[in-house]
């Protein structure tokens, strides 16, 4: 597609539920990353996909977070048993494969989950 | 290790007057530095970047940054603000990986 497309863009839970946010990049790009965003914080990193595959998900929390990818095109991230302090709004972005140093990623305009 | 420090988290300007926001960043290897911009409700947008070319980085919207090396920072600057820029700003750095380490955010007020 166009740009990154996340959905749904607002989603509020109950405290013990399961979220699946999605993220569908774009088209070419191999590589995908998933960042949080807490209030008042930066962006913290939580997983990145080359392809299909998970090289690196040093930033997932605890073994609640989850993501999977398909296709080398849409990705899931599954938070299960939510949690309150999970409330945050969630960032895919994409980019070309070796090419985040010199291009810059490209973000969704993120999923904004609320737990109560 | 790499870090990012926004020394501000908030900064005021009045329409038409220079905007200056300021980053300082630690990295043990030759760093490359972004700045995106994130308008309330949106995606966060490249700004500009600075990947070892030239050391003033132009980028979209009349924004530009300067790379010093000795002072280990990367400032965003803008001669002259408008109302459309009111938004949060985040210093982002890398160092040769996909992995990005973002600044805690300035968020910048234009006033009329």
């Known amino acids: 597609g166009a740009g990154v497309s996340q959905s749904p863009s607002n989603k509020v839970t109950e405290k013990g539920k399961d979220v699946e946010l999605r993220c569908d990049p774009i088209?070419?790009?191999?590589?995908l990353y998933w960042y949080r965003q807490r209030l008042g914080q930066g962006l913290e990193f939580l997983i990145y996909?080359?392809?299909?595959?998970?090289?690196?998900k040093s930033g997932l929390p605890s073994d609640r977070f989850s993501a999977e990818r398909t296709g080398e095109s849409v990705s899931t991230l599954t938070i299960q048993r939510t949690q309150q302090e999970d409330s945050a709004v969630y960032l895919c972005?994409?980019?070309?494969?070796?090419?985040?140093?010199?291009?810059?990623?490209?973000f969704g305009s993120g999923t904004r989950l609320t737990v109560v | 290790a790499q870090s990012v420090t926004q020394l501000d988290s908030h900064v005021s300007v009045s329409e038409g007057t220079p905007v200056l926001l300021r980053c300082n960043y630690s990295?043990?290897?030759?760093?490359?530095l972004f700045w995106y911009v994130q308008h309330p409700n949106k995606g966060l947008q490249l700004l500009l970047k600075?990947?070892?070319?030239?050391?003033l980085v132009k980028g979209i919207n009349g924004f530009e940054a300067e790379f010093k090396k000795s002072e280990t920072s990367f400032h965003l600057t803008k001669p002259s603000a408008h109302m459309s820029d009111a938004a949060e700003y985040f210093c982002?750095?890398?160092?040769?990986?996909?992995?990005?380490?973002f600044g805690t955010g300035t968020r910048l007020k234009v006033l009329a």
């Open positions: 972005a994409s980019s070309l494969p070796g090419q985040a140093n010199n291009y810059g990623y490209t």
């Open positions: 088209s070419g790009h191999t590589a």
């Open positions: 996909f080359q392809g299909n595959s998970a090289p690196d």
């Open positions: 990295s043990s290897y030759s760093p490359s």
């Open positions: 600075y990947t070892s070319a030239a050391t």
């Open positions: 982002v750095v890398t160092s040769g990986t996909y992995k990005y380490i």
